[in-house]
T-cell receptor, first 113, second 111 residues
């Protein structure tokens, strides 16, 4: 069965620190990959997505992610976090034409000013 | 604001009530979804409509009844809910080679 694993459940950083959140998935075929962010009390927003092409994907708010097929990974990065990046971050995958999104359990990021 | 509009934003209902959640999108997306989300947890898929036909029902109890009147609208009819059904209910739509666009959700409290 397909699964998504987010390695860090809780991350605490100071402002200006660099961020990397891990995401690994289990599926051997073609995948579409997503990172979503959910700010406190708000809806899910798409940060970035990968369907094909350049494995280094740039998203909104200075986030980027790199798809490494050999490692089944899609890690999220930001060089310098801000207090406003405090949120839940979810990695999600769907395989080929499957309509179902498989979600990681999420990472709670707290950025201290 | 998102391009998927959900109403109402908040709903409190008793266990014997009947209510409906509404979702609307005008992006021309042909797949629409209902999710349930508990605090700090990932969304749980409930239903998927593809081209206005129910394509996935994730073994959701019959007290939740989805309806897709047309390609832009998705409803979720609620009847005889339990307190454990209290959650954020999210609607999403998806176009070809697009991410899933989520609405702001309806925060449901069952008393």
């Amino acid at each position: 069965a397909q699964s998504v694993s987010q390695h860090n459940h809780h991350v605490i950083l100071s402002e200006a620190a660099s961020l990397e959140l891990g995401c690994n998935y289990s599926y051997g075929g073609t995948v579409n990959l997503f990172w979503y962010v959910q700010y406190p009390g708000q809806h899910l927003q798409l940060l970035l997505k990968y369907f094909s092409g350049d494995p280094l994907v740039k998203g909104i708010k200075g986030f980027e992610a790199e798809f490494i097929k050999s490692k089944f990974s899609f890690n999220l990065r930001k060089p310098s976090v801000q207090w406003s990046d405090t949120a839940e971050y979810f990695c999600a995958v769907n395989a080929g034409n499957n309509r179902k999104l498989i979600w990681g359990l999420g990472t709670s990021l707290a950025v201290n000013p | 604001d998102t391009e998927v509009t959900q109403t109402p934003k908040h709903l409190v209902m008793g266990m014997t009530n009947k209510k409906s959640l509404k979702c609307e999108q005008h992006m021309g997306h042909r797949a629409m979804y209902w999710y349930k989300q508990k605090a700090k947890k990932p969304p749980e898929l409930m239903f998927v409509y593809s081209y206005e036909k129910l394509s996935i029902n994730e073994s959701v109890p019959s007290r939740f009844s989805p309806e897709c009147p047309n390609s832009s609208l998705l409803n979720l009819h609620l009847h005889a809910l339990q307190p454990e059904d209290s959650a954020l209910y999210l609607c999403a739509s998806q176009g070809r080679r697009a991410g899933y666009t989520f609405g702001s959700g309806t925060r449901l409290t069952v008393v």
